[in-house]
Structure formats: C-alpha cells, structure tokens
T-cell receptor, first 112, second 114 residues
Framework: KQEVTQIPAALSVPEGENLVLNCSFT??????LQWFRQDPGKGLTSLLL?????REQTSGRLNASLDKSSGRSTLYIAASQPGDSATYLC???????????FGKGTKLSVKP | EAQVTQNPRYLITVTGKKLTVTCSQN?????MSWYRQDPGLGLRQIYY???????DKGDVPEGYKVSRKEKRNFPLILESPSPNQTSLYFC?????????????FGQGTRLTVV
C-alpha cells in the first residue's frame, strides 16, 4: 500500500531564505505527484503537478522535482516571504482511478 | 472557471441528526471523491465515484454514505453523526482519463458534532 511521508513536519525560516520541502513515497508506480498549499482551516490550493514522465515543474518562485525511481519529490521555494507561511502537502496519484494518497504536510513559517 | 462547490462551509450539529454535505463540480468530470482531514492524520479518503451510479469505499467509509445520481453532484450523507466525525471535509474531482490532470478541491466543510 502506498505511503507518503513529508519531512520535516514543521519548518521555520527567516524571510528571504531559499528552502526545500521533501516528500517521499513507497511505491514508484505513480501517475503523477501534486503539491498543494493549505492555509489554516482553508481549502487546498494546487501549486504544481508533475507527471510521472517529468523531472521537474516550475511556477514563479516554486520548483518541484520528481525522482520516481527513488520515490522522492522536493518543492523548492526561492526567496521565501511571510506570505508563503502555510502547510504544504504532497499527494501521489497511483492509478487510473484517480485516488490521491496524501502526506501529512510540512507546516512552514517564514519570519519577517 | 473550474469550480468545486461544497455546502455548507460550516456546520454544527447534534449526535444522531442526519445531515448531508453537498458537492458540485462544473468540469464534467467522471471522478469525484470525499476526504476528511484530521490533525495528525492528514487527509484520508472516505468514498469515491468513477461515474454516475458507481461508488466505492475509500480508507475510512464507516458512518458515511454517498450517492451519484448526476455527474456533477456527489453528496456526502451522515445518517447518524457521532462526535468522532467532527472533521474538515473536502470534495475533489479530476479527469481520470488524463495523467497530466490536476485534482480540484472544494473549499472544505468544517463539521462539528456535539
């Protein structure tokens, strides 16, 4: 059964720092991997989706990479800002059905 | 604009009083799903549906029912809610036929059962 792990569970950095969030999964047979942002008590905002055949995707200050063979993805945030403070979730889609398996998230705090 | 709409956004109810949380999507997707999110446990799938009149259990289906009579709607039914169903609920949809499609989520429903 697919398991998704995100390390660290929480991270606090000063404004302006570049940072990396990690996501690992146990079964490399995935369709895609999606990164989400969640503000406290709010919904999920999709940040980036990487297909299984891709190595990375970029959107603005965000860059997500995927190494399917090793079961790892990273989300790189450049020049972090206080507005980036949120919980970041990764989810893998393992099959044609569409079901997503989520990690428990990394809670990011960017201090001014 | 792609939208997944859940109602209500917030609900406080009493143990045993039947309730329904509605979910509607405007993307004509065949696949829809319900998740609950709890501190320390993350998001867990309750039920999903691959098409009209086709539903399947997820990882935590106990105490829930769903129906899929139309493609756009996928209501979540709690026939006899209990306090352990207090949670944040999300409805999701995606196009299962495409590998490069992202999942879209509703805004969430915060349910409290007292």
């Amino acid at each position: 059964k697919q398991e998704v792990t995100q390390i660290p569970a929480a991270l606090s950095v000063p404004e302006g720092e570049n940072l990396v969030l990690n996501c690992s999964f146990t079964d490399s047979a995935i369709y895609n991997l999606q990164w989400f942002r969640q503000d406290p008590g709010k919904g999920l905002t999709s940040l980036l989706l990487i297909q299984s055949s891709q190595r990375e995707q970029t959107s603005g200050r965000l860059n997500a990479s995927l190494d399917k063979s090793s079961g790892r993805s990273t989300l790189y945030i450049a020049a972090s800002q206080p507005g980036d403070s949120a919980t970041y979730l990764c989810a893998v889609r393992g099959g044609s059905q569409g079901n997503l398996i989520f990690g428990k998230g990394t809670k990011l705090s960017v201090k001014p | 604009e792609a939208q997944v709409t859940q109602n209500p956004r917030y609900l406080i109810t009493v143990t045993g009083k039947k309730l329904t949380v509605t979910c509607s999507q405007n993307m004509n997707h065949e696949y829809m799903s319900w998740y609950r999110q709890d501190p320390g446990l993350g998001l867990r799938q309750i039920y999903y549906s691959m098409n009209v009149e086709v539903t399947d259990k997820g990882d935590v289906p106990e105490g829930y029912k769903v129906s899929r009579k139309e493609k756009r709607n996928f209501p979540l039914i709690l026939e006899s809610p209990s306090p352990n169903q207090t949670s944040l609920y999300f409805c999701a949809t995606l196009d299962p036929g495409r590998m490069n499609t992202e999942a879209f989520f509703g805004q969430g429903t915060r349910l409290t059962v007292v």
